[in-house]
C-alpha cells in the first residue's frame, strides 16, 4: 500500500481541503500513475453535493486523469514505465457482460466501477484523480499520444469522450448539422470535436456571449437562446442536438429544431426529473436520447482522433488550494472551459 496526498471532501457539501488516502499494492495486471493533471467536471461539484444521491465520504473527485506510468504489475502487457497515459470515468468492470463484451464498460450491466464515490472491487471505496498517485488495472488506462500536451489532453478523459461517443454514434460528419446546447466544458469540445469530424456546427447558448470563442472553437453558426427568432431561422434544420446542459430546457422547443429522424441527445444530468410532451417528437419520427462517456476502446480512439486533428481542451490551470474557489467559478459559468489542477501543487 502507498499512502500518497489528495484533496478531499470530508463529507457531503464539505469544502475540499489536503489529506493523504492509500493507494493498493501495484498487482499483476496494474500500473501505478504518477498523476500530473486532473480535471474539474461538473459532475465531481454533483457529487461533492450529493446533488445525484447518497455518495461516498471522504471523496477524492477527479476523473480526467492524465499522467505518467511510475511502476507496473508483473502481468502489464500493454504499457511501460514512462509512457503517457489517462484515465477516465471508470477504473473496472464485470468484463463479461454483453456490453462489457462490446465494449460498452460504461453500460456494464453490473455497473462500472466508477473513478470515485464507488466500491472497488476488494471491497474498498474508490478515489479519484485529485491526488499524486493511482493504482488501476491496465485494462482501464489509456494511452495519451505524444501530440496532446498531458495538461489539455486530461478534460478529454470525461468532456472529450462524452461528446465524441454520440457524435460518432449518430454518425456526425460531413454533410450533417450539428448544434451543441451550452458552451461550458462539455460544450466546447462537442464544438470542437464535430468541427473536426467535418459537420455543420451551431451553437445554441443562452446569450451571445462566448459567441467570438465559439467561432474560433469551429462553430458555423452561434445563436442566442434567448432570442425567440433563434427557433423560427432553425426550425427543422438539425439533425443531431447535443444537450449538455443538466438544467431542464424547453425540450419541445428545441424538438422543433430536428430535422425528420433527428435527435436530440442528452449529455448532462438534471438533479430534477423532467417532463417532454410527446407531441413535439411525434411528428417527424424525432427522438430523445441521452449518452454516458463512451467505451476503453472507444475513448482511445477519440485520443488519437484528437492528437490526429489537434484538438483538446481550453483550459485555465489551477493550483490544488484554488479547487473551492474553481467549484464556485463553474457554478457560476466562470470558467473558460475547463480548470485543470497541477497535481504538483497538491
Ligand atoms: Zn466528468
Ligand atoms: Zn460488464
Redesign the pocket.
Known sequence: MTTVAAYAAPAAKAPLERTTVDRRAVGENDVLIDIAFVGICHSDIHQVREGWGKAIFPMVPGHEIAGVVAETGSGVTKYAVGDRVGIGCMVD?????V??RAGL?QY???GPVWTYSAVGKDGLPTYGGYSQKVVVDENYVVRVPEALPLDAAAPLLCAGITTYSPLRHWNAGPGTSVAVVGLGGLGHMGVKIAHALGAEVTVLSQSLRKKDDGMRLGADRYHATSDPATFTDLAGSLDLILNTVSAPLDFGAYFSLLRTDGAMVNLGLPEETVAIELQSLFGNRRSMSSSGIGGIAETQEMLDFCAEHGVAAEIELIRADQINEAYERVLASDVRYRFVIDTATI
Open positions: 468492470s464485470c468484463r463479461v457482460c456490453n462489457c464498460e456494464c450491466t453490473d
